[in-house]
């Protein structure tokens, strides 16, 4: 392993370890102590890598964006239907904060009121939203009698219920919460003859989806 | 003003003074000494209605925990189906987290992870739409394809999500965004022969009983 390898190791392994510590204490009451503690090295090693606190909370929301971009992008390359894309990007992102401490502490800090966030999950998951239904309504997938804007306004308001009540510590944003939700409203906003090729339940993609955006921040490792 | 009156009076002031400073600071960094200054009496006299931080904490959330049953209660007397009554609630609860700064306050604080609250909005929600689907599936008001535990799902989700939304500062907990979910799923969930009667915006049972709930507890004014 090269010098420059070993470095991005580390810092992958301090990134995480960070997002372990933020989503813990929260982004105010963390210290870089704290962060060098749990990651095991000295503070000096720490502060080669992230001059700052804000330094790391930034770079702990830029890997979660990427791991979220990187998700929704690999569900959009398979050809389907916009509804099913909507459909398979949400349960994909499920599967992502409840499998990925740095993209759940990221979408947490990106809430937090005390620094200014550059990653805003709730605004980047209504853009997305919105694009997909422009282009469900383009494909003349959207039933008649919908208003794209309730549409956005429950897809939006429904996931971001989830993920708040997953940090009170229930079942909430899980595939089957998210399975029941498309169950009720694909029925509603779909056109009849394309509702019989949607699966609420995802297809395959998110399946297939998965398993490389989970590696792109790896595990913490001994050093 | 008998003297009783004045105590109970002052109680309701400093509960007010305390809601606006736990919404602003959260409950672990809210001191005593904060809520006299900003209710503008001694720290004594707050000591004598409150003993402790938790005390105040517990008093804001029993107070808001009796506005939203005292709103839900006077929604439920109206001689409607448990759909239109459901969709009502939904408005009124609305409408007192916009409005009142004591139920915010008091939602919030349950929320809490330090302490150990005394109101579960989220829970007492839930159980609040289980037992109008109940009702509704007893009257013969739900359509046959859907499944009451998604109904619940999709409700408790959007409606926690419009909340955390509104922490966030956007436009979400509104008439507005309630209406149209309403309006999306009350035509997925109702039989067609009850749905031409139901009102997504809510009836007039909403725009009654909120002046009596606004006032439970009173503004705050000077000693």
């Given amino acids: 392993m090269t ?3 070993r470095g991005t190791r580390t ?34 090693a720490l502060h080669f890598h992230f001059k700052s606190k804000a330094a790391l909370a930034d770079a702990v929301e830029s890997a979660a964006s990427r791991s979220l971009h990187h998700a929704a992008s690999s569900v959009g390359r398979h050809p389907v239907s916009a509804l099913q894309t909507l459909t398979d990007i949400s349960h994909i992102f499920a599967l992502l904060l409840d499998r990925d401490v740095v993209v759940r502490a990221g979408v947490q ?23 997909l239904l422009d282009r469900a309504a383009a494909e003349g997938s959207l039933a008649d009698d919908v208003s794209q804007q309730d549409v956005t306004t429950t897809v939006v308001g429904a996931t971001m219920g989830f993920l708040s009540m997953r940090r009170e510590g229930g079942e909430w944003l899980t595939h089957r919460s998210l399975t029941g939700f498309w169950r009720l409203l694909l029925p509603r906003v779909a056109t009849p003859p394309l509702l019989g090729s949607l699966a609420p339940e995802g297809t395959r993609s998110v399946a297939g989806a998965f398993p490389s955006t989970a590696r792109t921040v790896p595990e913490r490792q001994p050093q």
């Fill in 109 to 131: 800090l990106g809430c937090d009121t005390v620094r200014d966030p550059t990653l805003n999950f709730h605004r980047e998951w209504q853009d997305c939203v919105r694009r």
């Fill in 11 to 44: 810092r992958h392994m301090l990134i995480r370890s960070a997002a372990e510590v933020f989503e813990q204490h929260g982004y105010e009451r963390t210290r870089l102590a704290d962060v060098s503690a749990h990651a095991g090295v000295s503070t000096g």
């Fill in 3 to 5: 010098k420059q390898e």
